[in-house]
């Protein structure tokens, strides 16, 4: 597979990732169907074909030394597969191919794609771990309507088995072999949907301890070569450290972590320490960076970082404390769950030309690039951005831009 084959998948839409990725693969290897089990918190379980193949059939492949081909099992049918295996997530991802034939494909061909998903794959933990502002509201209705339809289906599934279960277990039923294989199979669908629900929750939750110490491996790649000394409020049982946080959380407070971090150390001269800790406090991840530099730290440092378009479509928010002389000081807070109540679009209150104004903000374009592309004046933007900031109750360029992310008024 050459480069342009790689970027033209990776460039596609998130939704179109597999669709692509089948296409590109189908010349190579032959497949009828393809099914993708990854660390995606937009969807970490993807199809497409015909056969019904489910979320188990991929994670019963684990472990896999990939790229592998051979017969597997199916929709309950032992079919000939493709299993390329990416290291470069954890659990690794998959990308499984449905054959029509059990034909050998040749172990070059085979190579050259598991490259292609790696490639696919290191591009999404990109997109993981930098927390990109466009894929968290979705990730975070596509984990909250799931979340929905897993308890749903639990809840269902198990009072119809547990009563299977009862009446089986019954002494004045008739033929106890009979009874007795229908036990198995009741208890093997219990331990089924379990191991699903298991699956689900490992894709998309992770503890708190986990997320710092992935948080703070990070760092430390960032410090290394610098004269930074770094200090860890690692978090005990008393911050939450066992505490389940949704991944799109963890990845959204670390990424912002780093970003604070950058702009310590690259917008102010002679820091020398830097102290980040986090706890779960109540229904909200607090993650706190301090440093020992000379306390000239702005918002609008974090704005350049792109930090409140992240934290946004989360509800988060970042203060920044400097005190000239004595540091600055880093708040992060970051809810672990959506709003209980539906939010009110707020670029209602926006005019037409104020939304046209705010889509070239969220681009990030300047007052000069704006008036060129909407032929008017750069007075005139600067009034309309002053009205938008007015409008909005924000105040920075930065948390219009997160807004217009958040509510689709980025064009």
């Not at 509201?137 to 596509?142: D, H, L, N, T």
């Amino acid at each position: 597979m050459d480069l342009s084959t790689a970027a033209r998948v990776i460039q596609a839409p998130l939704s179109e990732t597999l669709p692509q990725l089948s296409a590109a693969l189908a010349e190579a290897i032959p497949h009828r169907a393809v099914g993708e089990l990854s660390n995606c918190t937009f969807a970490p379980f993807k199809f497409r074909g015909e056969a019904p193949v489910t979320i188990a059939d991929l994670a019963a492949l684990r472990p896999v030394d990939g790229p592998w081909q051979g017969r597997a099992v199916m929709a309950g049918v032992e079919v000939p597969v493709v299993v390329l295996a990416s290291d470069f997530s954890e659990p690794t991802a998959l990308l499984v191919l449905l054959r029509a034939d059990d034909t050998p494909v040749p172990q070059e061909v085979l190579a050259s794609a598991n490259e292609l998903w790696d490639v696919v794959t290191a591009h999404m933990e990109g997109l993981r771990n930098e927390a990109v502002p466009a894929t968290l509201a979705v990730s975070r209705a596509a984990a909250a309507a799931r979340a929905v339809a897993i308890s749903d289906l639990g809840d269902a599934y198990g009072s119809v088995l547990t009563a299977l279960l009862g009446v089986l277990r019954d002494r004045d039923v008739d033929d106890e072999s009979a009874r007795s294989r229908a036990v198995d199979l009741a208890v093997t669908a219990l331990v089924d949907l379990r191991s699903r629900a298991d699956l689900d929750r490992a894709q998309t939750e992770e503890r708190a301890g986990d997320a710092f110490e992935r948080l703070a491996e990070s760092l430390r790649r960032v410090l290394r070569g610098r004269d930074v000394r770094l200090d860890l409020g690692t978090p005990g049982a008393e911050e939450g450290a066992d505490r389940v946080l949704p991944t799109e959380v963890a990845y959204t407070a670390s990424a912002v972590a780093r970003s604070a971090v950058h702009a310590m150390l690259d917008d102010q001269r002679g820091v020398r320490r830097i102290h980040i800790a986090w706890k779960v406090v109540a229904t909200v991840l607090r993650a706190t960076v301090r440093d020992d530099g000379p306390g000239t730290l702005s918002c609008g440092s974090l704005d350049t970082r792109r930090v409140a378009e992240r934290l946004g479509p989360l509800g988060g928010r970042v203060e920044v404390d400097a005190v000239p002389g004595w540091g600055s000081t880093v708040t992060i807070e970051v809810p672990l769950g959506p709003p209980e109540s539906p939010r009110e679009d707020p670029l209602t209150v926006l005019g037409a030309r104020e939304l046209e104004v705010l889509g070239q903000l969220a681009r990030g374009r300047r007052n000069r690039d704006i008036a060129g592309e909407l032929h008017i004046s750069e007075s005139t933007v600067k009034f309309h951005v002053a009205k938008i900031l007015e409008k909005l109750s924000v105040g920075s360029r930065g948390e219009a831009a997160a807004l217009a992310h958040e509510w689709g008024a980025a064009r």
